[in-house]
């Protein structure tokens, strides 16, 4: 079976462009969550989204939007890129919306320049 | 505002030892304790979880203490191999928002032959 795919795997942006990431979940998975990770740093928790709704949102600021589809793939775009928004973003998907156990993709390392 | 504090930062440990990598919670409604490992270019795996009514759990080689009175919560590699070469991150959640894990900042180990 498939893990959750991620594409795409590495990205080089100038500041201030646009970025759509992409996140396929796990066959069956219905729960699809977002986390940045900075070099040397934990993951942060950006958005999860369950049945298309967001269910969660962490500190970041208003140029991250996300978005799921009714295959319940999803989308993570940033607008107006920061140096700052360099970072691997991963995707998680998970069974339900309750679901403790989280399945991380590989990441989709973005480099700002 | 860090709700999960790891230490220590890095570990060095000789194949066949213990490999131990601490954690402390400040929130009490943390009630799902997951174990990550990652390594270089690929997401974070979970490698084992426990809840806060149980003291100690172990799979194979590897397993987390727990002291609820203390908010502090420990993970324990026996016999370290050099393929437990790796960034382990302890995490947090709540069962109402379950996919919204909160990371430690990272232990890297690494396991000398």
């Known amino acids: 079976d498939a893990g959750v795919t991620q594409s795409p795997t590495h990205l080089i942006k100038t500041r201030g462009q646009q970025v759509t990431l992409r996140c396929s979940p796990i066959s069956g998975h219905k729960s699809v969550s977002w986390y940045q990770q900075v070099l040397g740093q934990g993951p942060q928790f950006i958005f999860q989204y369950y049945e298309k709704e967001e269910r969660g949102r962490g500190n970041f600021p208003d140029r991250f939007s996300a978005r799921q589809f009714p295959n319940y793939s999803s989308e993570l775009n940033v607008n107006a890129l920061l140096l700052g928004d360099s970072a691997l973003y991963l995707c998680?998907?998970?069974?339900?919306?309750?679901?403790?156990?989280?399945?991380f993709g590989q990441g989709t390392r973005l480099t700002v320049v | 505002q860090q709700q999960v504090k790891q230490s220590p930062q890095s570990l060095i440990v000789q194949k066949g030892g213990i490999s131990i990598i601490n954690c402390a919670y400040e929130n009490t409604a943390f009630d799902y304790f997951p174990w990550y490992q990652q390594f270089p270019g690929k997401g974070p795996a979970l490698l084992i979880a426990i809840r806060p009514d149980v003291s100690e759990k172990k799979e194979g080689r590897f397993t987390i203490s727990f002291n609820k009175s203390a908010k502090q919560f420990s993970l324990h590699i026996m016999d370290s191999q050099p393929g437990d070469s790796a960034t382990y991150f302890c995490a947090a959640s709540t069962y109402s928002s379950a996919s919204k894990i909160i990371f430690g900042s990272g232990t890297r180990l690494s396991i000398r032959p």
């Open positions: 998680a998907s998970s069974l339900q919306f309750l679901n403790t156990e989280a399945f």
